[in-house]
């Protein structure tokens, strides 16, 4: 199956100090060893934005050249392919009801005319495959250390548990 990968999964992937980095790479490193083989891919809109996103404000490429040739860096680092587009923007999904999930919607068929699935961070995308959050070891539960006849946490030094 195709990856469409959403431009923040490209974001979080290309640049170590974004905070979503180890979120995208633990994902991809777990799906690149489970699938037998992992087809990624970008497409125009996530490319642009990709470069756009670098080099604008947040400031993970210090210019438009920068962040183009990061996103060389990252293809090569992790094959991808290149999805064309020749979807029209009339096959939006029902969903598709404000300005702002207009490139979602497109990229989710997109991907659908590939055969494939959007990969997004962004909990928002009907349909979208969501990188699931890290999963964090809970912290094991300790017994505070009291030596034999020492004093306990509940006695507040005034005096001496037997045990």
């Known amino acids: 199956m195709i990856h469409l990968l ?3 999964v490209l974001l979080a992937l ?5 905070d979503l980095h180890e979120r995208a790479t633990d994902w991809l490193a777990k799906a690149d060893t489970t699938e037998h083989s992992l087809h990624l891919a970008t497409c125009s809109i996530t490319e642009l934005g990709f470069i756009r996103v670098a080099s604008g404000a947040a400031g993970w490429a210090a210019n438009v050249r920068i962040a183009i040739q990061d996103l ?22 029902d969903w598709v009801q404000r300005s702002k999930h207009v490139t979602d919607g497109h990229l989710m068929q ?24 890290l999963e964090r ?27």
């Open 72 to 93: 060389q860096f990252l293809k090569k680092q992790w094959p991808m392919a290149f999805l064309e587009d020749g979807v029209p923007g009339s096959q939006l999904d």
């Open 6 to 8: 959403d431009v923040n």
């Open 14 to 18: 290309a640049y170590p100090r974004h």
């Open 110 to 133: 997109l991907a659908a005319a590939h055969g494939g699935s959007v990969v997004t961070l962004d909990q928002g995308i009907p349909g979208a495959y969501l990188i699931p959050a």
């Open 137 to 163: 070891h809970s912290p094991s539960v300790h017994e505070p250390f009291v030596p034999y006849g020492g004093v306990t946490p509940r006695s507040n030094g005034v005096g001496r548990q037997q045990l």
